[in-house]
């Protein structure tokens, strides 16, 4: 069993259409999450952080399901720009040590 | 730029080099993680360092790959005769604090590997 999985996609929505992913991790013990935004052949780039309250950040809302083991991203009023992979990051532990551990990514495609 | 520096950009080797990629952390930044991304892959955890340490090397091929981070200079991921299979992005990223911390890491522009 992979430690953390994505649904690789693509999403393939129209402009202004709400889109949510879902991102699943193996090792409760995990602390930290994130997601990241990764676009063709560039560096992953900090997009937020998940908290058990979860967050809002304008048309970014992210949530973290500590039971269900799960965190997922809902982006709203999608954008054109909003095109690009979107990476779930979770910190888990390893050896007294926490690593963060990428999913593979979902791809989204946002079409006029 | 007080972002995670990282170069060369674009790296190509012949069979059987030597492959020295260099990962200059955000100021302030303590600890350095190494990834390689292969084409269409999703990004693979290969070391995590911090000052003249070692914490984690459990996703590093046990030959020919080696990363150390000095007290003084970069972190430098060193690949020796390298082959084929070693063409890929390598992403190097920095934190503030421990994973555990809920650190976020930022990560370099990456150095892309070609081996001919």
């Known amino acids: 069993r992979k430690e953390v999985e994505q649904d690789p996609g693509p999403f393939n929505v129209p402009e202004g259409a709400t889109v949510a992913f879902n991102c699943t991790y193996s090792?409760?013990?995990?602390?930290?999450f994130f997601w990241y935004r990764q676009d063709c052949r560039k560096e992953p780039k900090l997009l937020m952080s998940v908290y058990s309250s979860g967050n809002e950040d304008g048309r970014f809302t992210a949530q973290l399901n500590r039971a269900s083991q799960y965190i997922s991203l809902l982006i709203r009023d999608s954008k054109l720009s909003d095109s690009a992979t979107y990476l779930c990051?979770?910190?888990?532990?390893?050896?007294?040590?926490?690593?963060?551990?990428f999913g593979r990514g979902t791809s989204l495609i946002v079409h006029p | 730029n007080a972002g995670v520096m990282q170069n060369p950009r674009h790296l190509v080797r012949r069979r059987g080099q030597e492959a020295r990629l260099r990962c200059s952390p955000m100021?302030?930044?303590?600890?350095v993680y190494w990834y390689r991304q292969l084409p269409e892959e999703g990004l693979k955890f290969m070391v995590y360092l911090q000052k003249e340490n070692i914490i984690d090397e459990s996703g590093m091929p046990k030959e020919r790959f080696s990363a150390e981070f000095p007290k003084e200079g970069p972190s430098i991921l060193r690949i020796q005769q390298v082959v084929r299979g070693d063409s890929a992005a390598y992403f190097c990223?920095?934190?503030?604090?421990?994973?555990?911390?809920?650190?976020?890491?930022?990560f370099g522009d990456g150095t892309r590997l070609s081996i001919l």
């Open positions: 100021k302030g930044h303590s600890h």
């Open positions: 090792n409760s013990a995990s602390q930290s």
């Open positions: 990223a920095s934190s503030q604090g421990t994973g555990g911390a809920g650190q976020p890491q930022h």
């Open positions: 990051v979770v910190n888990m532990e390893s050896g007294g040590s926490y690593i963060p551990t």
